[in-house]
């Protein structure tokens, strides 16, 4: 079969398509033909070595496709199923091997790209703002790279429950791409200052949360734009790493709270991911939730993929067809 094999930590000329034996499923495990694959950051992360992780690899955490053949003792899936899956390595290949455990089937209603969009971005954003700060009504909610994947569903969640979103981003058709998805208010961290400017927009109190995938490029306007004992949620890191931080600071801001949350915690059981997944799947089904797919490419491309994304130039979901 084709797949992607790292056998170096690098640059995206690491990203090398070839031939390689296919995968067979043991007891618990299903084999998936693959039909498409979300490229995300931690993909980048892998390949770099920032993350690290055994060697040769076969990326991509993410994918759909349809069940080729299950394993000893599997009865929850059937082969010819549509399935998808988030948080288990090698979908950047024709075929995949994914325990039944984290495996998730896809709804009619849900097209084998929107499932592959929608799961690590989505069951990300449902954490953030159901568990890390379940966003109430009347709120205010600070979303950094709000046209990106995760912004974006991390917009519609945020008003589904009732929040007024201010969202960042750095051109004018990112803002229209973040507006349409629901983000109230948009400062251009291009041409504005982000802090005074959320200080503006709430009147001078802050926010009761940031949502900061963005990391070492935004921290320090995250936390002057809290309302005192607001929430901090940095979980990614997409322009670096955070320097170590005082914890003084924290308090200076007003006893604020910050949490550097994974989504492996908040789908720690099998109920809690069907859960998280199962909402995501229903809003899609019912037309409350738009998966916007940014760019399609060829598996072969997975290079130029991965540094467009790393790019920060792009908006809604990258995807590997």
Not at 227 to 247: N, T
Not at 263 to 269: K, M, T
Request: hydrophobic fraction near 40%.
């Amino acid at each position: 079969m084709r797949a992607i094999v790292i056998e170096e930590f690098g640059g995206p000329e690491v990203l090398r398509l070839g031939e390689t034996e296919a995968p067979v499923p043991g007891p618990g495990e299903v084999l998936v033909n693959v039909g498409a694959r979300g490229v995300n950051f931690i993909d980048v992360y892998q390949r770099s070595g920032a993350y690290q992780v055994p060697l040769p690899y076969i990326p991509g955490m993410e994918a759909a496709g349809v069940v080729a053949a299950l394993g000893e003792g599997v009865r929850d899936f059937e082969v010819g199923q549509r399935v998808a899956w988030a948080m288990s390595p090698g979908g950047y290949a024709d075929q995949a091997v994914v325990s039944s455990s984290l495996l998730l089937p896809v709804p009619d209603a849900v097209s084998t790209e929107q499932a592959a969009a929608l799961l690590l971005q989505g069951m990300t954003a449902h954490y953030l703002t159901h568990s890390v700060h379940p966003v109430a009504e009347g709120e205010t909610v600070l979303v950094h790279a709000a046209a990106g994947g995760t912004g974006l569903l991390i917009t519609q969640l945020a008003k589904a429950r009732g929040a007024r979103v201010i969202g960042t981003v750095s051109t004018e058709a990112k803002e229209h791409t973040a507006r349409e998805a629901g983000a109230d208010e948009i400062i251009r961290y291009t041409e504005t200052p982000v802090a005074p400017a959320v200080r503006e927009l709430t009147g001078g109190e802050g926010v009761a949360a940031v949502y900061d995938g963005v990391g070492r490029a935004t921290f320090d306007a995250s936390l002057e734009s809290l309302r005192p004992r607001g929430v901090l949620a940095l979980f990614g890191q997409s322009s670096g790493a955070v320097e170590p931080v005082d914890p003084q600071r924290l308090n200076s801001a007003g006893s604020v709270y910050l949490t550097r949350p994974s989504l492996a915690h908040f789908v720690a059981d099998r109920e809690e991911l069907l859960g998280r997944a199962g909402d995501l799947f229903g809003l899609v089904e019912q037309g409350r939730m738009d998966v916007r797919i940014g760019g399609r490419y060829e598996l072969g491309d997975a290079g130029q993929a991965q540094s467009d994304l790393a790019s920060r130039e792009t908006t809604g979901k990258l995807l590997l067809v």
